[in-house]
């Protein structure tokens, strides 16, 4: 009974995998690999934190001394306990801000450990739009004065509250940047592909030509015909822009490649007796059948795309203040003086580092999940 209950297990295992559609597949094989679930669970948290951050950060991060009593001030931790006993609610302590000729006239903070500030949660404060909607309601905040859980830079900007706003403004110009590329790669590649000949020599030189391109020039060029009149938001769309129009020749390679060896397949020679135009036939038949890989590739271009939009920011030729970005919070880090007594302002480096690398792990798990040999390669 034993031998018979098992043998059907293996039947039924093996019809589920013949008869299981390609995105089952590449899920089953990707739920496997630990690295790339681990990324996945990170990278859907870092999403929804930029996504909810106004929400789930207390204070409007545009603001410019927004606490002007605690300017390049230390991160407050809330605690529970401590000398003078345990509280229910967790607290901060007040502080005191005085300069002397002892510290060269530095900011130097005293904590008042008798005098608490407790936190509460749901408070009302800075106004914030969330999907279209108005709302002022903030997870968490103290019922006396400000806190700032990753301390304040030299403005009196909260730091905590820059950060997650700053991984929606990266991810955004990534997603712009990534579907231009994508809309592009695919009709230069398809068409590129499917055509042939001179049509395909032709776009082929396009794309080697955008290829050789250098970034950093080019951006300096625009860098300098842009006028400083243009707001925020135009900067932020022309940026995106320029990312998705020079990020598109390796997918359309990749889409070529794959349509030279497909256009010859009998299911594409039936279409085209059948009289279907060229657009039919690519759109419907050809490029659904690697779908996977497209997606993986999408998935793969979006922390290169963050990476030039934080790198390009990061040397002022991106966006710039009071657009909260990564790469714009990272400039601070360059001075002397904030690597010797305000360290705190590296702890974005941190989400930067982990966003990028829960990508990579996401985009290496999806590779090979997409990978119809994967299962038998040891």
Not at 25 to 48: D, E, N, P, T, Y
Not at 61 to 75: E, F, H, L, W
Request: with cysteine; hydrophobic share 45%.
């Amino acid at each position: 009974m034993t031998d018979t209950a098992s043998i059907n297990v293996d039947q039924k295992s093996k019809e589920a995998y013949f008869t299981a559609s390609q995105g089952q597949l590449i899920w089953s094989r990707f739920k496997k690999q630990k690295a790339a679930m681990v990324g996945a669970a990170v990278l859907i948290w870092l999403i929804l934190s930029g996504i909810f951050a106004g929400f789930l950060t207390p204070y409007d991060p545009t603001i410019a001394g927004r606490d002007k009593t605690y300017q390049n001030g230390s991160p407050q931790m809330p605690r529970f306990w401590d000398e003078n006993g345990f509280s229910a609610r967790p607290f901060i302590y007040s502080y005191e801000r005085t300069r002397s000729i002892k510290t060269n006239f530095r900011w130097v903070t005293e904590i008042n450990k008798d005098k608490r500030r407790y936190v509460v949660f749901f408070p009302k404060g800075d106004k914030y739009k969330l999907f279209g909607m108005t709302f002022d309601r903030h997870l968490f905040g103290v019922d006396e004065g400000k806190i700032h859980l990753f301390g304040t830079d030299a403005t009196g900007k909260d730091i905590f509250s820059r950060t997650f706003h700053s991984i929606n403004t990266s991810l955004a110009v990534g997603t712009i940047g990534v579907l231009i590329a994508f809309v592009l790669a695919l009709i230069i590649g398809g068409v590129s592909g499917y055509y042939g000949g001179w049509i395909d020599s032709v776009l082929q030189m396009i794309t080697d030509a955008v290829r050789t391109i250098p970034a950093i020039p080019l951006f300096m060029a625009i860098a300098a015909f842009i006028p400083d009149t243009v707001s925020s938001e135009g900067r932020f769309f022309i940026i995106s822009l320029i990312l998705g129009f020079i990020g598109w020749p390796t997918l359309a390679r990749r889409v070529r490649t794959h349509l030279l060896t497909e256009r010859n397949q009998e299911y594409v020679l039936a279409a085209q007796l059948c009289g279907a135009p060229a657009r039919h036939i690519i759109g419907r038949h050809l490029l659904p059948s690697f779908t996977s890989y497209i997606i993986v590739d999408l998935i793969i271009s979006f922390p290169y795309m963050v990476l030039s939009e934080t790198a390009l920011s990061f040397i002022g030729l991106g966006l710039k203040e009071p657009v909260n970005s990564l790469g714009v919070m990272l400039q601070n880090v360059t001075k002397a003086d904030v690597l010797l007594n305000y360290q705190w302002n590296f702890i974005p480096v941190i989400f930067f580092i982990t966003l990028v690398l829960a990508f990579v792990f996401v985009g290496d798990g999806l590779r090979d999940a997409a990978d119809p040999y994967s299962d038998t390669k040891k």
